[in-house]
């Protein structure tokens, strides 16, 4: 039995916050990416999506290998992919392609490279745009180069590879659907500290990060992804192996209109504490439809002084958190915002906690949310 191992949410093309290579895509070039798995096992299999593409997309080739450092590779682990049989695939547009499995034994923890060849222009990529793990490109058929000095090109996104999936046989999968803090914002880039990474090696269950950076619970994004609401069966429920979903979104459709920094919303839709618990009442309902053993609910971080903070966002976010603490509608509760709260001001994170904006946890928050929310998994 396949589980997942390792997940990226896709998003549509789009400049997104940091320079990436998705509305440009790929010609004659092979794409390097590295991905570190939540579990091993003696075979792999790698899941690519084109779910925002609006032609055909051709993988010219594509193959595994344990990473070494940077682009390079463990020669001896190379493993080129077969497509049902074939080294060559096309996806149809808005579809996806799981390859064949490959012998290759990995533990959980390790890293992965995957990297796929383009022939063919692909037009634009679907893509993950904040990886916080490095990306690489170079000219022509790299399937098999071991020296990282192919790739030139660097960049922070993940392109088409929405999963990677092992034989472990695990059916005790977590999932975290959220926002940037979920996607890792503020975490040490190339490091794998995220919080779904603390959460892995503390539990040792698999962990899938299902994160997108300025998700919204209730609104779609150019940039920031589908709504959580829409994309929970796609980038959570799809997945085998998961059987425990942990939420932590809403906080963007709440702050989000108290600043003017967001580019896709101007002005952003007010909501209200009603309309959010509805939207989480719509996650727990799918999720038990699915068949999913728990449902989690984490509450809100504290996030004043930010920029998404205002009277009426403070009042908001309190309702949120009071109703996932007390209305026993989760099936537990993650209390991650007194785990993280500052003890002099309990609307702010503690300041050793905090990335800098007073919204993002850093490195040491991101291990203590993973601690508070081990206590109740």
């Known amino acids: 039995m396949f589980t997942a191992a390792w997940t990226a949410s896709p998003q549509q093309p789009t400049e997104g916050f940091t320079p990436n290579w998705s509305r440009e895509g790929f010609w004659r070039q092979s794409l390097r990416q590295v991905v570190r798995l939540s579990a091993g096992g003696g075979r792999v299999r790698v899941r690519l999506s084109h779910t925002y593409g609006t032609s055909p997309l051709r993988i010219a080739g594509a193959s595994v290998a344990r990473a070494a450092h940077g682009a390079s590779i463990e020669p001896d682990s190379m493993r080129r992919l077969t497509f049902g049989g074939a080294h060559a695939a ?23 490279t995957v990297t796929l060849h383009f022939d063919r222009a692909t037009g634009p990529a679907t893509f993950h745009a904040q990886a916080f793990t490095p990306s690489y490109r170079g000219p022509g058929d790299l399937l098999t180069a071991a020296d990282g000095t192919a790739f030139p090109e660097v960049t922070e996104s993940w392109y088409v590879l929405s999963a990677v999936e092992t034989d472990a046989g695990r059916s005790d999968g977590i999932a975290l659907l959220g926002d940037s803090i979920t996607d890792g914002f503020g975490s040490t880039p190339g490091a794998d500290r995220r919080w779904p990474d603390a959460l892995a090696a503390r539990t040792g269950r698999p962990v899938l990060n299902a994160g997108i950076g300025g998700n919204l619970l209730l609104n779609d994004s150019s940039w920031y992804g589908e709504r959580a609401v829409h994309r929970l069966a796609r980038d959570v429920l799809a997945h085998p192996g998961v059987d425990t979903l942990v939420v932590l979104i809403g906080l963007n459709d709440i702050g989000f209109s108290e600043t003017d ?15 959010l618990i509805e939207g989480h009442r719509r996650l727990i309902r799918q999720a038990r439809e699915a068949g999913l053993r728990r449902v989690v609910g984490a509450t809100l971080l504290p996030f004043g002084g930010s920029d998404h903070w205002g009277e009426r966002a403070a009042k908001t976010g309190h309702a949120l958190n009071e109703w996932i ?39 040491a928050g991101y291990v203590v949310m993973a601690e508070a929310a081990a206590g109740v998994l």
Not at 91 to 97: E, M, S, T
Not at 334 to 362: C, E, I, K, M, T
């Open 261 to 275: 920094e967001q580019p896709t919303y101007k002005p952003a839709p007010v909501v209200t504490s009603a309309e």
């Open 325 to 363: 603490r007390t209305s026993g509608e989760y099936d537990a509760v993650a209390d991650l915002h007194r785990a993280l709260a500052d003890p002099q001001d309990g609307d702010r994170l503690r300041p050793a906690y905090d990335f800098g904006d007073h919204l993002h946890p850093n490195d």
């Open 90 to 112: 096309d996806i149809p547009a808005r579809g996806q392609v799981v390859s064949d499995p490959a012998e290759l034994t990995l533990a959980a923890g390790e890293s992965l």
